[in-house]
């Protein structure tokens, strides 16, 4: 039976690692793994080309996808579906494994509803940012890469006796910022789910500022849209010399870690179990508390994630909000 990857929305580390697994195991359960190039976008198109073992060899190790992704507008459309199906049937395609986001998920349990495709979600993209899930492929090598480049924009900051707001992807959700604060040891922080208090944050910098500290790193998350209003306050309220660095899509490359290497894998293990059991018709895979399980996408997209109180709690002093 013919079993289709795609990759859906935001590229994501993780993403290579999880396309090899998919077909060494498919091959090894005598399935047939196809590659659905560019998302949604390919499959409409039909984009479409059974996958080799030589075809996934020397990829573990490479950032981004092979098989491409993309952000489809047609899917949204059902003319469009209906031509996905077309395409899928034409290689005997039933079954489909997605790497994407929420808004992947949604589209494809539409399509599911009209055509009867089973598939398994897996959680891939960098803003972590998907309900029942506590970890989504990706996360850690975009964490590291932040970290990377925050140490070096301290290094610069030190040398300068500057501020440096720099802005962190999430969309709406603060996840990577809050974590990279912490773990660069940055002195404000600013998501949209604690807020900021710019008087708490002032009064406790200059203190700091009149005992000796000459640089600040101050970290914003996108989803908040106050990078500038940050600089602002840095330079008026704190007049230190600010510059603005927009970290951007770099946050999106490099080398899967460790980490994601090994999710990618066991992501995949799980989904397509679930999907050969024949016992899912539709599900995301999550990963709570060590452990991995299939979960509705009605369950999962009906549903907001939320950053646990307890990293929330840890980067309180640095939104100002708690004192
Ligand atoms: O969802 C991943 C993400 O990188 C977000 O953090 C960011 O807001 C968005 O994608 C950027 O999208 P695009 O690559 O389409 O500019």
């Known amino acids: 039976m013919g079993i289709g990857i795609l990759c859906s929305g935001g590229d994501a580390a993780g993403m290579n690692p999880a396309i090899r697994y998919f077909v060494d195991k498919c091959i090894s359960k005598g399935e047939e793994p196809y590659f659905i190039y560019s ?9 479409i080309k059974r996958a080799t073992h030589k075809d996934v060899s020397g990829i573990l190790y490479k950032g981004g ?16 579906r209906e031509q996905a199906y077309e395409q899928l049937k034409k290689h005997g395609i039933e079954k489909l494994v997605v790497l994407g986001g929420n808004g992947s998920f949604k589209g494809l349990k539409v399509f599911h509803d009209e055509f009867g495709v089973k598939f398994i979600g897996i959680p891939a993209t960098i803003d972590n940012d998907i309900y029942a899930t506590e970890y989504c492929l990706g996360v850690d090598t975009a964490l ?26 999430g969309r709406e959700c603060g996840y990577l910022a809050l974590v990279s604060a912490l773990t660069s040891g940055a002195e404000v922080c600013v998501i949209p789910e604690l807020g900021y208090n710019l008087n708490n944050l002032r009064i406790r910098l200059e203190k700091e500022i009149k005992e000796g500290r000459d640089y600040i790193l101050a970290i914003v998350a996108e989803g908040t849209g106050a990078t500038n209003e940050i600089a602002e306050w840095l330079k ?13 899509h770099i946050q999106r490359g490099g080398n899967p870690t460790v980490y994601d290497r090994l999710m990618g894998y066991e992501f995949v293990e799980h989904g397509l179990e679930a999907l050969l059991s024949g016992k899912v018709e539709e599900g995301v895979v ?10 509705s996408i009605d369950y999962v997209a009906s549903h907001q994630y939320k950053i646990k109180d307890e990293l929330l709690k840890l980067a309180g002093k640095l939104t100002g909000v708690y004192v």
Do not use: P, Q, W
């Open 236 to 248: 008026n309220d704190l007049h230190m010399d600010t510059r603005i660095t927009i970290l951007g």
């Open 144 to 169: 590291n890469v932040i970290r990377m480049s925050l140490d070096y924009i301290r290094d610069t900051a030190s040398s300068f006796r500057r501020a440096f707001v720099i802005e962190i992807m």
């Open 39 to 47: 998302g949604f976008e390919g499959m409409i198109d039909g984009k």
């Open 286 to 295: 999550v990963f709570r508390k060590g452990e991995f399980f299939i979960e």
């Open 65 to 80: 996808t092979i098989i491409k992704s993309s952000r489809s507008k047609r899917f949204l459309e059902k003319k469009y």
